[in-house]
């Protein structure tokens, strides 16, 4: 059974950083293409980036040069640094691997 776990989120200012992370099981994580994905408060879910197995990696418009996706294949472990957050950035924060998604982690920036 896939599970895939998403901590590090919280409360930070404008300006500021965060670093999450995506804990995987039940799956070759090593194999696997990986994306974050984010829901504001009322919007839609949102694509932010995917990883694949070799390396190569996509960001949205938003989130470029801000965001980055990197992966730790011993350890089962996606993270999403962030840095640079912004109001907007505000949002619920999810893994998904194939059809699998996380629970959602919280980040929410203050202006």
């Known amino acids: 059974q896939v599970q895939l776990v998403e901590s590090g989120g919280g409360s930070v200012e404008a300006g500021g950083s965060l670093k999450l992370s995506c804990v995987a099981s039940?799956?070759?994580?090593?194999?696997?293409?990986m994306n974050w994905f984010r829901q504001a408060p009322g919007g839609e879910r949102e694509w932010l980036s995917n990883l694949n197995p070799d390396g190569t990696t996509l960001y949205a418009d938003d989130v470029k040069g801000r965001f980055t996706n990197y992966r730790d294949d011993i350890k089962n472990t996606l993270y999403l640094e962030m840095k640079s957050l912004k109001w907007e950035d505000t949002a619920l924060y999810y893994c998904?691997?194939?059809?699998?998604w996380g629970e959602g982690i919280q980040v929410t920036v203050s202006s």
């Open positions: 998904k691997v194939y059809m699998h």
């Open positions: 039940g799956l070759v994580f090593s194999r696997c293409g």
